[in-house]
Each structure stands twice: as C-alpha cells, then as structure tokens.
C-alpha cells in the first residue's frame, strides 16, 4: 500500500532562508507526486506535481522539488523563504492506475522576521 | 475563470440538526471529491463521484451522506451532526483525462456545531 511520510510537522525558517520541506513515499512503482500549499481558512492550492516527465519540477511562488527514485523522496525547496510563505505544505501520491490522492500528514512552515 | 465553489463558505448548525454543504464546479470534471479536514490535520477523504458512481470510504459515518444531481453540483448531507462532526469541509475535483491525477479544491466551508 502507497504512503506519505513528511519529516516535521512544524518547520521555522527565517525570512530569506532557504526552505526545505521533506517528503518520503512508499509505493511499488514510481507514482505520480505532489506538493500542495493550504493558507489559514482556504482550500489546497497545487503548488506542483511530478508526473514522469523531468526529476526537478519547478512550480509557482518560487518553489521546486525533486524526484529521487533511489531515496523514495520528493522534497520542497524555496531558496528564500519569504513571510508570505508562511502555511500548510502537504505532499501527496497516487497511483499510476489509482487516481486517489494519499496525503502526507502536513508540515506547518513558521517564517521568521 | 473555471473553479471549484463551495456554499456557504462558514456554517453553523445546531446538535442533531441536518445541515447541507454544496459545491459546483465550472471545470466540467467527471470526478468530484469530498473531505473533512480537522485542525492541523491532513484532509481525509469522505467519498467521491466519478461520473454518476458514487464510492464511499469504508470509514466514513453513516451519518454522512451525498447527492450529486448532475456533473456541476455536488453535495454533502449531514443527517444529525454532532459535536465531532466541527471541521472544515473540502470539496475537490479531478478530470483525470491524461491520467491528470491533479485535484482542484474549493475554498472550503467551516462547520461549527453548537
């Protein structure tokens, strides 16, 4: 069965830091990834998704992630946090023939002045 | 622009009294998604729609039902909300055409139950 391990629920950065956020999958065969971003009181906004294509996938707001087979991991960077930032990061997974969504536990990411 | 909208956006129900939250989409989606997201939580999928066939979570209460009339509306029912039932309800859609797994959320709609 596919799951999503996010290191930390809670990560503090200071504004213009570079911003890591980690995810691990499990899954048979390389699945179909992705990092959400949800603000206080709103639904999840995709920040990008990895689908096969390139390793490093690049996505909105300044963010990046990249595909490591070998490590089963999938980790968010920025390479300066800004305050604007500050939310709920969620990475997901699905299957290649399973389109559900298997959502990571959440990491809240704290900017700091 | 195409969305995902969710009506009221903040609701307040009483103990035991049925409330419904509803949610159209403008994307023309075949899959439609329903979640309940506690504090701090990820989002835990209640049950979906592809097309008209309706697939329930095994976990889900029984107390938590849905409609969906046709492919823009969609909605959840909560027969006799209780006090573990306050969360903050998602509702996502996918078109998973080119095996586009990508799902689009609503803004959300908070339930308080008094």
């Known amino acids: 069965a596919q799951s999503v391990t996010q290191l930390g629920s809670h990560v503090s950065v200071s504004e213009g830091a570079l911003v890591l956020l980690r995810c691990n999958y499990s899954s048979s065969v390389p699945p179909y990834l992705f990092w959400y971003v949800q603000y206080p009181n709103q639904g999840l906004q995709l920040l990008l998704k990895y689908t096969s294509a390139a390793t490093l996938v690049k996505g909105i707001n300044g963010f990046e992630a990249e595909f490591k087979k070998s490590e089963t991991s999938f980790h968010l960077t920025k390479p300066s946090a800004h305050m604007s930032d500050a939310a709920e990061y969620f990475c997901?997974?699905?299957?290649?023939?399973?389109?559900?969504?298997?959502w990571g536990a959440g990491t809240k990411l704290i900017i700091k002045p | 622009d195409a969305m995902v909208i969710q009506n009221p956006r903040y609701q307040v129900t009483q103990f035991g009294k049925p409330v419904t939250l509803s949610c159209s989409q403008t994307l023309n989606h075949n899959v439609m998604y329903w979640y309940q997201q506690k504090s701090s939580q990820a989002p835990k999928l209640l049950f979906h729609?592809?097309?008209?066939?309706?697939?329930n979570e095994a976990d889900t209460p029984d107390n938590f039902q849905s409609r969906r009339p046709n492919t823009s509306f969609c909605f959840l029912d909560i027969r006799s909300p209780g006090l573990g039932d306050a969360a903050m309800y998602l509702c996502?859609?996918?078109?998973?055409?080119?095996?586009?797994?990508?799902?689009?959320f609503g803004p959300g709609t908070r339930l308080t139950v008094t």
């Open positions: 996502a859609t996918s078109s998973l055409a080119g095996r586009n797994y990508e799902q689009y």
């Open positions: 997901a997974v699905s299957g290649r023939s399973n389109y559900q969504l298997i």
């Open positions: 729609y592809y097309d008209k066939d309706f697939n």
